[in-house]
């Protein structure tokens, strides 16, 4: 068994890490399929004001998140070198706008730092705790938690 996996085996787990703004955040990786560029969105109407609108990939209609608003953050104008990471939610997949990819992590459990309590509840439900990692502070997000729709409907 090579180390890599043995050491995923002895409860390390890998994140993928990207920027909005000025912050970092993670996901664990498993749920992304796959990192594309940034391609135009049509806008849906009567949608809520993080869904960007839905893009064409390979025949599927993918709905596209706008991941600043869905936090709570200061929106991010889409540009052309922004990704878009596409993410299985429970039984939907999503595409989540952000700036950049930054990283992926392998970490074990006891590297991620419990949530502050001076968080809101909002922050609460969806950030799984905080990676102090080389001077960096990453939020982990429970994709789950975002979109509780999506997880409802895998159930």
């Avoid at 912050?23 to 990786?29: A, D, G, L, S, T």
Wanted: some cysteine.
């Amino acid at each position: 068994m090579s180390y890599a996996v043995k050491n995923l085996v002895e409860g390390a787990r890998e994140l993928i890490a990207f920027r909005i703004g000025d912050q970092e955040f993670c996901v664990n990786i498993m749920s992304v399929r796959e990192i594309r560029g940034w391609t135009p969105a049509t806008p849906l109407p009567h949608s809520p004001s993080y869904v960007l609108g839905v893009i064409n990939l390979r025949g599927v209609v993918l709905p596209i998140i706008n991941l600043s608003i869905r936090l709570g953050m200061k929106p991010v104008e889409p540009e052309a070198r922004h990704v878009i990471i596409v993410a299985q939610v429970g039984a939907k997949v999503v595409g989540l706008l952000v700036e950049a990819v930054s990283d992926i992590l392998t970490v074990n459990d006891d590297n991620i730092q419990p949530t502050p309590e001076v968080t809101s509840d909002l922050e609460k439900q969806y950030a799984r705790g905080i990676l102090a990692i080389d001077k960096r502070m990453i939020c982990l997000i429970e994709l789950g938690a975002l979109f509780p729709d999506a997880e409802s409907e895998a159930a």
